[in-house]
């Protein structure tokens, strides 16, 4: 085993470099599906992804935060993966449960289910990305986000031109990249430290009633951006190719959120030391580096958006689903609020200010449950495009509610903690 550590600086430039990457094939991934076979393609995997991230919640049970913050090794590297095993199994559980009483069609069903296959993988890369982090070697991670982001866009495309058919493109998908959780950060992980399954109940238990917290949190969070979707679906006419359309425009928007995400996810142990070691100006300063980054990555997306939309939208997807370019700007603005509510909520769970998460996401559920379906059918009377918008409307007011609630918990807490 090594235990030899990479600076701050080299860790996060390898895993924004991976990151960006990752993400960038994902993206590539909806330009892709689009073109190879049309917006009712688009429709199902934007069904699929709006579904399985609820249930990718439970999967990854909002260890990541906590393990990496977790300085004083109060948990093993063995109980964090066999957690992990098993909320893997039950989410999918729950997913395929969900899927067969929901009134879907079966391609859409299977289109479900094998697509959370696919995130099953990302969440078992997860539990070994943590251990990367914690031991400061981000460039394992990095490198593993180049090989599943080559792999899940290859053979995701290949598939799809070679058969036109979206379940067996994600099937493989899912597929490759598990294969490549098990021969790759398996072994990496390996040659860091000791990484052998601890399956005393006891260890695991008392883990997974710590995380639920944050398993709670993370599952109101990532229902704040998939409710108003699932009501259009339902509420639109014609709801899978709408649901297709606003998906397929709002991919791009995706960049900003997770740049963002990627650049102040590396800090969340930082926060923590410095917290904990009660280094006020460092805690600030932190914060300051990582907040100034957020805003800069979000002028940018803005401006970008403003200048480029409409011609970007056009080259990437055709006149189709650039008609309604219209969508754009509101879906930015959408996922700036939720870069910044992502910051934060990563700042209070190195804080340990579980409370505050659960009030201000589930603040954020209700809001969005009440506002999607009266904003989208009510608009969506008069239009599609409307209706879509309403959707945007909702999701950006139900963010803007979460902010205010998780900025409230910090202010309070480190008050308390550099008094």
Known sequence: MSDTKLSIQSSVFWNTAGSVFYLGCQWLLTVLVVKLSGVDAAGFLTLSMSVCNIWYCIAVYGMRN?????????????????????????????????????????????CILLYFLYKTSEALYDVY??????????????????????????????????????????????????????????????????????????????????????????????????????????????????????????????IIQMGATYVFNPFVTLFAERYHEKDRKGFLSAFLKCFLSVIVIAVAGILGGKLLGVWGLNLLYGQEVAAHSYLLIPLILCT?????????????????????????????VIVSCILSPILEYTL???????????????????????????FFFMLRNIRRQFS
């Not at 109980?79 to 395929?96: D, H, K, V």
């Not at 058969?163 to 040659?191: E, F, H, P």
């Not at 409307?386 to 963010?399: E, F, H, K, R, W």
């Open 66 to 110: 906590f393990q990496v913050s977790d300085t004083k090794d109060e948990f093993t590297n063995g109980s964090y993966i066999y957690s992990r095993l098993l909320t893997c199994g039950a989410a999918f559980a729950g997913c395929l449960i969900y899927t067969l009483l929901m009134p879907y069609g079966i391609l859409q069903k299977l």
């Open 336 to 364: 700036v609020l939720t870069a910044f509510a992502w910051f934060l909520c990563g700042v209070l769970t190195a804080i340990r200010e579980f409370r505050g998460l659960i009030i201000g996401n589930l603040a954020a």
């Open 380 to 406: 969506g009377l008069q239009s599609a495009a409307y209706g879509m918008q309403g959707a945007s409307l909702a999701l950006g007011l139900a963010t803007l509610i979460e902010i205010i609630v998780l």
């Open 129 to 254: 990305a943590g251990i990367f982090q914690k031991q400061w070697r981000l460039d394992y991670a990095g490198k593993s986000m180049l090989l599943r982001g080559i792999l899940s866009l290859g053979s995701f495309c290949l598939l799809l031109k070679w058969t036109d058919n979206i379940c067996l493109a994600v099937g493989g998908m899912a597929l490759l990249c598990l294969i490549s959780v098990l021969l790759y950060d398996i072994s990496a992980a390996r040659k860091l430290t000791d990484i052998r399954l601890d399956t005393r109940f006891s260890e695991v238990k008392a883990l997974l009633i710590k995380c639920l917290p944050l398993m709670i949190y993370t599952l109101f969070s990532s229902s704040i951006a998939s409710i108003p979707r699932l009501f259009m679906e339902r509420l639109l006419p014609d709801g899978n190719y709408w649901l297709g359309i606003y998906g397929t425009v709002a991919t791009p928007t995706l």
